[in-house]
């Protein structure tokens, strides 16, 4: 008789514990991701261009470095189509023709390239409106 009750009370002692850690997972915040939030761009040209100066244009565009940002995450050059990371306000380039660059999103519409010492370069990239 006794080895019932006791068994008896591990059975509700493992249904508390279970139904307790049941709980307890739905109400631990999920974590964020390393870096910052995860997003995307918003799709349109981006023309990337270097600051000129007083005497001349004001900005000297770099017709290699445009691209053009699609639906989920993707891209698209002349060179192909890739990947990239939005985590936080870092852009990575994932794959893909730019696999590996970096950028700093500075506005809505405005990157700021990262060098491959990992400073922020006067390369700035602006979204001219969506496309297609």
């Not at 939030?37 to 600051?51: D, S, V």
């Not at 004001?58 to 290699?64: F, G, K, M, V, Y």
């Amino acid at each position: 008789m006794m080895g019932d009750w006791m068994l008896e009370i591990a059975a509700m002692m493992i249904r508390i514990l279970t139904a307790s850690a049941a709980c307890l997972c739905l109400c631990v915040p999920a974590l964020a991701a390393p870096g910052g939030k995860l997003g995307t761009l918003p799709i349109g040209e981006y023309r990337c261009a270097l600051p000129g100066d007083a005497d001349g244009q004001a900005w000297i565009p770099l017709e290699d470095k445009h691209f053009t940002v699609g639906n989920s995450s993707t891209y698209h050059t002349p060179d192909g189509s890739g990947t990239y990371l939005l985590t936080g306000k870092r852009v990575t380039f994932t794959r893909g023709p730019m696999a590996g660059m970096k950028f700093d999103r500075i506005s809505p519409a405005t990157l700021r390239w990262i060098d491959e010492n990992g400073e922020v370069s006067r390369i700035r990239c602006v979204r001219g409106g969506a496309t297609g």
